[in-house]
């Protein structure tokens, strides 16, 4: 059975069940909505300040100012400085409850051990800390202290997690460009103020701003979360496990996670694992924890549980009538979700103070009481299972194996066991021979505009094909990995025979007796800074810029803020850039010809906008090739 929905065979099996239980989905809500605003979908469309709203005609009858005199350029601009902006600040703020939590947690006020010593040293050492003669509480207080004066810097100099980690080609573009951020906070608050009624006016100056934003998103945001998260956590390896509906067990108590940000979702696995015997003696077998999005991914890359589903199907989690609690914390949590619940047993259960839905349980999350807080949720479940309704429970039987785990610590240590001296040598070998022809990361969303997977997981096929090694994170990766494309069968199934050869020997020397998976699960969306530093130490072993290299980035499926600060973080880095969705700009031709083509002569990326997951590949395709043959190497 086709569905214009979705390619997931789990959602097309429950969506008619969600209908006979009178439940009200994703799908019915975009239906009501059409049609939905043009002026808002082409960026005209400005309500920042209350003389509006105002809208530009785009076919040039109407109106082509707003009250103030604004054009439709500095609208477009204004909107996505603010989108970006937004991205931005959702990832800052969730690195700075990570520094937070490393800060609490070397002087011993909270339950959360330092997991990750060496990688303590090695992120101490590239930020200038003499690590001689201290403890790993010491040192993580000095990272905390380089940490949180880049958010209270109020001098000119750029942030130091930028500088310290950045490529240093790039960093020599962006200070010529005027776009080395300072203070996030600062940044994103003079972002704000940027874009208020009486302020800049200058397109090309907004979209330098946004670059600017882009930056703050990819290091204060991005970067510090992740190295945050790995010393406290651990930095990920490799782990096998499975993905989609399927993996929810109907005689277990099921306990779905759901959000962003692990230093909860850590500790729902470990009092999950001691808990076991309540469940046992409740009538359960045991405890089911799965995740969905990107909470998902971080105890999938760190403890091999198992994901659930992505963003869209959030909600069809619950429908399958087995989930017995869902926990929430921060970003792409849907409102409705408490509203399904309400048709089920589920609890639904809200953690953070920014976050409470209507008609959810709140239960407080704090780094103080995280460990009360995770039993009470865990028992909770166990409860609600005595509740659960045998009649409305369908488990759809669709689950793929999925290996993940694939930080850049461990994709070096498996090349270690090829060349342990030279380990980045057997993978750039192969790069320059055509194996690999080239490198893709596959980033962010769905979007209920679009049949949901279908635009990642085709585009990602016709890549693979073509020899391309795809490097993926959040909802992306869950698409692949509900796909078969995160397992050796994918490889042996889609890869290309160049790119197959690399994996299968690449398998050989991790030591198992198949092949990688053609493509490498990189973490949650704020991992995706695990795709900057791997292109960025490519980048530096072939002392070259990373514009210069073979490697793209695609959001084949954006809805979030967060999707496009990212994007324009992959676009300052020098890469094109695909959206699989059309963002909303296309009301100034002038600023869409800068942002797909004009940005790549001042920053050397671009977006690349295409909607056809196949004609999308191609474009990438033509861009790696276009790379290669600049350098020389064969396409």
């Given at each position: 059975?086709?569905?214009?929905?979705?390619?997931?065979?789990?959602?097309?099996?429950?969506?008619?069940?969600?209908?006979?239980?009178?439940?009200?989905?994703?799908?019915?809500?975009?239906?009501?909505?059409?049609?939905?605003?043009?002026?808002?979908?082409?960026?005209?469309?400005?309500?920042?300040?209350?003389?509006?709203?105002?809208?530009?005609?785009?076919?040039?009858?109407?109106?082509?100012?707003?009250i103030c005199g604004a054009s439709a350029e500095t609208i477009v601009t204004r909107n996505l400085l603010r989108q970006v902006a937004g991205g931005a600040?959702?990832?800052?703020?969730?690195?700075?409850?990570?520094?937070?939590?490393?800060?609490?947690?070397?002087?011993?006020?909270i339950n959360y051990p330092i997991a990750d010593e060496m990688k303590l040293k090695q992120l101490a050492q590239g930020l200038g800390i003499d690590v001689?003669?201290?403890?790993?509480?010491?040192?993580?207080?000095?990272?905390?202290?380089?940490?949180?004066?880049?958010?209270?810097?109020?001098?000119?100099?750029?942030?130091?997690?930028?500088?310290?980690?950045?490529?240093?080609?790039?960093?020599?573009?962006?200070?010529?460009?005027?776009?080395?951020?300072?203070?996030?906070?600062?940044?994103?608050?003079?972002?704000?103020?940027?874009?208020?009624?009486?302020?800049?006016?200058?397109?090309?100056?907004?979209?330098?701003?946004?670059?600017?934003?882009?930056?703050?998103?990819?290091?204060?945001?991005?970067?510090?979360?992740?190295d945050m998260q790995d010393i406290l956590f651990g930095t990920p390896t490799p782990v096998i496990t499975e993905a989609n509906l399927g993996v929810l067990?109907?005689?277990?108590?099921?306990?779905?996670?759901?959000?962003?940000?692990?230093?909860?979702?850590?500790?729902?696995?470990?009092?999950?694992?001691?808990?076991?015997?309540?469940?046992?003696?409740?009538?359960?077998?045991?405890?089911?924890?799965?995740?969905?999005?990107?909470?998902?991914?971080?105890?999938?890359?760190?403890?091999?549980?198992?994901?659930?589903?992505?963003?869209?199907?959030?909600?069809?989690?619950?429908?399958?009538?087995?989930?017995?609690?869902?926990?929430?914390?921060?970003?792409?949590?849907?409102?409705?979700?408490?509203?399904?619940?309400?048709?089920?047993?589920?609890?639904?259960?809200?953690?953070?103070?920014?976050?409470?839905?209507?008609?959810?349980?709140?239960?407080?999350?704090?780094?103080?009481?995280?460990?009360?807080?995770?039993?009470?949720?865990?028992?909770?479940?166990?409860?609600?299972?005595?509740?659960?309704?045998?009649?409305?429970?369908?488990?759809?039987?669709?689950?793929?194996?999925?290996?993940?785990?694939?930080?850049?610590?461990?994709?070096?240590?498996?090349?270690?066991?090829?060349?342990?001296?030279?380990?980045?040598?057997?993978?750039?070998?192969?790069?320059?021979?055509?194996?690999?022809?080239?490198?893709?990361?596959?980033?962010?969303?769905?979007?209920?505009?679009?049949?949901?997977?279908?635009?990642?997981?085709?585009?990602?096929?016709?890549?693979?094909?073509?020899?391309?090694?795809?490097?993926?994170?959040?909802?992306?990766?869950?698409?692949?990995?509900?796909?078969?494309?995160?397992?050796?069968?994918?490889?042996?199934?889609?890869?290309?025979?160049?790119?197959?050869?690399?994996?299968?020997?690449?398998?050989?020397?991790?030591?198992?007796?198949?092949?990688?998976?053609?493509?490498?699960?990189?973490?949650?969306?704020?991992?995706?800074?695990?795709?900057?530093?791997?292109?960025?130490?490519?980048?530096?072993?072939?002392?070259?810029?990373?514009?210069?290299?073979?490697?793209?980035?695609?959001?084949?499926?954006?809805?979030?803020?967060?999707?496009?600060?990212?994007?324009?973080?992959?676009?300052?880095?020098?890469?094109?850039?695909?959206?699989?969705?059309?963002?909303?700009?296309?009301?100034?031709?002038?600023?869409?010809?800068?942002?797909?083509?004009?940005?790549?002569?001042?920053?050397?990326?671009?977006?690349?906008?295409?909607?056809?997951?196949?004609?999308?590949?191609?474009?990438?395709?033509?861009?790696?090739?276009?790379?290669?043959?600049?350098?020389?190497?064969?396409?």
């Amino acid at each position: 059975m086709k569905s214009a929905k979705s390619i997931d065979p789990a959602v097309i099996e429950l969506l008619p069940k969600a209908s006979l239980d009178g439940v009200e989905t994703v799908w019915d809500r975009y239906e009501a909505q059409q049609p939905q605003c043009g002026f808002g979908s082409l960026g005209v469309c400005c309500r920042h300040c209350v003389q509006g709203p105002c809208r530009i005609d785009p076919f040039g009858n109407g109106p082509n100012k707003g009250i103030c005199g604004a054009s439709a350029e500095t609208i477009v601009t204004r909107n996505l400085l603010r989108q970006v902006a937004g991205g931005a600040a959702a990832h800052v703020d969730h690195a700075y409850e990570a520094v937070e939590a490393l800060e609490s947690a070397a002087k011993g006020t909270i339950n959360y051990p330092i997991a990750d010593e060496m990688k303590l040293k090695q992120l101490a050492q590239g930020l200038g800390i003499d690590v001689s003669d201290k403890d790993k509480q010491e040192l993580a207080l000095k990272i905390v202290e380089v940490a949180y004066s880049d958010l209270a810097n109020h001098e000119n100099k750029p942030v130091q997690w930028l500088m310290a980690h950045a490529p240093r080609e790039r960093i020599g573009v962006w200070k010529n460009l005027g776009i080395l951020p300072r203070n996030p906070d600062r940044e994103i608050r003079e972002a704000m103020h940027q874009t208020t009624m009486g302020m800049d006016a200058d397109p090309v100056n907004l979209v330098l701003a946004t670059a600017k934003q882009g930056l703050v998103d990819g290091y204060s945001g991005l970067k510090l979360a992740t190295d945050m998260q790995d010393i406290l956590f651990g930095t990920p390896t490799p782990v096998i496990t499975e993905a989609n509906l399927g993996v929810l067990k109907e005689d277990f108590v099921n306990l779905v996670v759901h959000g962003h940000v692990p230093l909860l979702s850590e500790k729902i696995v470990y009092w999950s694992k001691k808990l076991q015997a309540e469940a046992i003696a409740a009538g359960a077998k045991g405890i089911q924890v799965a995740g969905i999005c990107c909470s998902g991914n971080e105890v999938l890359m760190r403890n091999g549980i198992p994901l659930a589903t992505n963003f869209l199907a959030q909600e069809l989690a619950i429908v399958t009538g087995a989930v017995d609690a869902m926990v929430v914390d921060v970003q792409c949590i849907m409102p409705s979700l408490a509203q399904v619940a309400s048709c089920y047993h589920t609890e639904i259960i809200t953690t953070m103070p920014i976050v409470k839905i209507p008609g959810a349980s709140h239960i407080p999350f704090t780094l103080e009481n995280a460990d009360q807080a995770a039993q009470e949720i865990v028992r909770r479940a166990i409860t609600a299972y005595s509740r659960r309704d045998k009649e409305k429970v369908k488990i759809p039987n669709h689950k793929c194996k999925i290996m993940a785990g694939f930080s850049v610590e461990a994709i070096i240590g498996i090349l270690k066991r090829i060349d342990p001296e030279d380990p980045l040598k057997p993978l750039v070998d192969n790069m320059v021979k055509g194996n690999i022809l080239g490198v893709v990361g596959t980033v962010g969303c769905n979007n209920i505009k679009v049949t949901q997977d279908l635009i990642h997981v085709e585009l990602v096929k016709e890549l693979v094909k073509n020899n391309v090694l795809v490097v993926a994170t959040g909802c992306s990766a869950h698409a692949l990995a509900k796909a078969g494309l995160m397992n050796s069968e994918g490889t042996e199934k889609y890869a290309g025979e160049g790119l197959k050869t690399v994996l299968t020997a690449l398998g050989q020397a991790a030591g198992l007796s198949a092949p990688l998976p053609p493509v490498l699960h990189m973490g949650s969306c704020v991992d995706n800074s695990r795709i900057g530093d791997l292109v960025t130490a490519i980048a530096a072993y072939l002392k070259t810029d990373s514009a210069a290299l073979p490697v793209a980035a695609s959001a084949p499926e954006l809805q979030h803020e967060k999707a496009l600060s990212i994007g324009t973080w992959a676009v300052t880095l020098g890469l094109t850039t695909h959206l699989g969705v059309v963002p909303p700009v296309l009301g100034s031709k002038m600023v869409t010809e800068l942002l797909t083509k004009g940005l790549s002569d001042v920053i050397g990326g671009k977006f690349y906008v295409e909607t056809d997951p196949l004609k999308a590949a191609e474009g990438l395709l033509e861009d790696i090739r276009a790379k290669r043959k600049k350098l020389g190497l064969p396409c």
